[in-house]
């Protein structure tokens, strides 16, 4: 298979680093959450957006709840942000092109800004209905600026940090 000629044979000690990216990606995107919607839009208070993610879980009952129903946002937050690391990482193993696009700094950038907007798109039309929850209008400041969060602070650092596992020649 070629793609065992162009990434490192160790997944086991991989999963530090996907760890690592995870839990980064996760306060990265949680912080700028927080920031946006609480202290520039000053749309809800800082638990009401975890409560709102699990809403989508548990119900609209959530959005009533208290720390543990904001415990569970929390945790689902921590999980995508885990599912969508895995998911690249899963690609960068599989897929020759991808392993040789993300060895330059600034492709492996390009790259996650791109796989940033398709996260973020993918969460709003995909991953958001299916919690019964209302995608994003195209037509709002907050999916563009959402968009364009996601294209500079959770696509890239996924592919910067996990580039790593790709050799610099091979």
């Known amino acids: 298979m070629t793609t065992v000629s162009i990434l490192r044979e160790e997944p086991r ?3 530090g680093l996907l760890a690592a990216t ?11 959450a927080m ?16 409560r709102s993610i699990a809403s989508h879980v548990l119900g609209p009952a959530a959005l009533h709840g208290g720390a543990s ?7 689902i937050h921590v ?4 599912g969508w690391t895995v998911l690249f990482y899963v690609a960068l193993r599989t897929t020759p092109a991808l392993a040789r696009a993300v060895r330059a700094r600034r492709a492996a950038a390009a790259v996650g800004a791109f796989y940033g907007m398709i996260i973020w798109l ?7 209905p299916l919690g019964h929850g209302a995608p994003a209008s195209p037509a709002t400041f907050n999916f563009w600026a959402m968009l364009a969060w996601h294209a500079a602070g959770v696509g890239p650092p996924i ?3 996990l580039r790593r596992i790709v050799p610099e020649r091979s």
């Open 79 to 82: 999980t995508v942000a885990t």
């Open 13 to 15: 000690a991989d999963v």
């Open 69 to 75: 129903a904001a415990m569970v946002g929390v945790l």
């Open 122 to 128: 993918s969460m709003q039309y995909a991953v958001v």
């Open 35 to 50: 920031a946006f919607y609480s202290v520039l839009l000053h749309r809800v208070v800082t638990g009401g957006i975890w």
């Open 159 to 161: 592919a910067l940090m």
């Open 22 to 32: 995870a839990v980064l990606v996760a306060l990265l995107d949680g912080t700028f």
